[in-house]
């Protein structure tokens, strides 16, 4: 084909604007919760002291089944120290003090 009648075809191919994307949102209403209920527990734990699974329960307002499988996917990941016979919940040194680095560059914003 040559240039010239490639010219031709493509001026005959009409062009649709460019209509960009809906916004993908972040979280979902789903993933909202379990966020917000984990912030809660890790604001219960920010203190570094033993908090029993009661208490968790309490300041989330979730089922003690939910408040669990959250708490046990937070120590999975090494968030928290979990004592499941005591049923009890702490942060891990390391992830207390991450907790009040993030604290103390927030008042430095504010």
């Known amino acids: ?44 734990l920010k203190d570094g002291r033993w908090h029993n699974v009661r208490e968790a329960v309490e300041r989330s307002g979730l089922h003690e089944s939910k408040v669990e499988k959250i708490l046990s996917f937070l120590a999975e990941y090494k968030f928290i120290a979990l004592n499941k016979e005591q049923q009890e919940a702490k942060l891990t040194p390391t992830m207390l003090k991450f907790l009040k680095e993030i604290q103390r560059t927030n008042k430095k914003v504010s």
């Open 1 to 44: 084909m040559s240039l010239s009648r490639l010219e031709k075809s493509s001026e005959q191919i009409p062009q649709k604007p460019f209509i960009p994307p809906t916004p993908i949102a972040l979280t979902s209403t789903r993933e909202s919760w379990a966020l917000s209920a984990i912030d809660d527990i890790l604001e219960l």
